[in-house]
Every structure is written in C-alpha cells, then in structure tokens.
C-alpha cells in the first residue's frame, strides 16, 4: 500500500525558514517523480514544485522559484521542500504527491497524496 | 503559464440527476506526438486530500465509478457525473500537466 506521510510544519515569522519532508513507502520510491502541491485556507490547490525520479530535474512554479528548494533522498524514501524567505502567502496545507510514469516518461498527474501539513507563515 | 479556468465555481443538482463542470486551458494541452490530452480531474471532500478520477482527460482511474466520465479535446473539457449521488458532494478540480503543471479554482457540488 502506497503511504506518503509529511512532517515538518508549523508556524514560522515572515522571513524564516522551514523545512518539510515526505517519507514514502510503498512503491520504489527511486522511480518516480514527486511533487508538492499546496493550499491556502479554504482556497484551491496550487502546484508548488516536481522533481524526477533521479534528481536530475527540478520545476518549480513562478510563485516560489529562488525561495523553495525541492530535493529527495532516494536511500531514506523522502522527499524534502525547503522553504525560505517565508511570506503570509505562502500559509497553507503543503500535501506532497506521486506522479504517474510510463516507461521512461514521467507525467505530472499525481495518483497517490498525503494528508498533508500545515504551514502558517505569521508574526 | 497555462491558466486553467472552470465553470461553474459551485453547482446543486438533485440526486439521480447529471452533474456537468467545465475546463478551458489557455492554450492546448493536446500533445501531437502521442495525440494525448494532459488534463486529469480530482475530487476533494472537506479535510480529505485530493482523489485522482481521471487522467489523459478521459481514462478512469482504477476503482473511481463508472457514473464520472472525462470528455474534451485541445483547450475545452467536461467532467460529468452521471447520476449524482451523495457521496460525490465535493469540489472537483481539473489540472493540466502538459507543461508543469496548474489547477482549475474548483467548483463545488452540492445536493439540491
């Protein structure tokens, strides 16, 4: 059974930093790609970040680029989001996700979500 | 960015009645080399994650209800819910993942 359990939130002052991590089972981990998608309170989702199977590619939306850092450790099945510069708008559920793969194809639609961890980004 | 627009932002139907949502993209997800639409649907209930239901806009993902179908091409797609049900109040979402990937703001089902 595919498990994606997050950690790492909390509340943090404008300017701070956080660090969350998702520690997968499951599935081999290695060979997929993984991503993080969040959502303020009572509002929609928004993909945050992907990265590959191998590390070897990174994407990032514009909203976090040069603040968030996405990164995994295939040897510890976990997926890490660093995140810097915090600002109030970037307070929300951070859920991380599977993407799907069709041989050596990765296709960011996610089949597999935790339940997610809160970030509040707050004097 | 692909901006990913849907209609209604909420909707009440009667149970046993169709539920039809709309998503427009900003430009087309339809990738001509494999003739494939990179556009899927997910449902999330109140304090739930989201539920995957469809992908390449219109293949049922493993265990969703045969009652939720995809339809659409290029930059115009549906989800209908043929029979609404009560278990289905939620909000559905439609995301595009032909270039990263972006989300529709969601529209609410409710029973009428």
């Known amino acids: 059974e595919v498990q994606l359990l997050e950690s790492g939130g909390g509340l943090v002052q404008p300017g701070g930093s956080l660090r969350l991590s998702c520690a997968a089972s499951?599935?081999?981990?290695?060979?997929?790609?993984m991503n993080w998608v969040r959502q303020a309170p009572g509002k929609g989702l928004e993909w945050v970040s992907g990265i590959t199977g191998s590390a070897d590619n990174t994407y990032y939306a514009d909203s976090v680029k040069g603040r968030f850092t996405i990164s995994r450790d295939n040897s510890k099945n976990t997926l890490y989001l660093q995140m810097n510069s915090l600002r109030a708008e970037d307070t929300a559920v951070y859920y991380c996700a599977k993407a799907e793969r069709f041989g050596e194809r990765y296709y960011f639609y996610f089949d597999y979500w935790g339940q997610g961890t809160l970030v509040t980004v707050s004097s | 960015d692909i901006v990913m627009t849907q209609s209604p932002d909420s909707l009440a139907v009667s149970l046993g009645e169709r539920a039809t949502i709309n998503c427009k993209s900003s430009q087309s997800v339809l990738y001509s080399s494999n003739n494939k639409n990179y556009l899927a649907w997910y449902q999330q209930k109140p304090g739930q994650p989201p539920k995957l239901l469809i992908y390449?806009?219109?293949t049922r993902e493993s265990g969703v209800p045969d009652r939720f179908s995809g339809s659409g091409s290029g930059t115009d797609f549906t989800l209908t819910i043929s029979s609404l049900q009560a278990e289905d109040v939620a909000v559905y979402y439609c995301q595009q993942y032909y270039r990263n990937s972006g989300f529709g703001q969601g529209t609410k089902v409710e029973i009428k």
């Open positions: 390449w806009a219109s």
């Open positions: 499951g599935f081999t981990f290695s060979s997929y790609a």
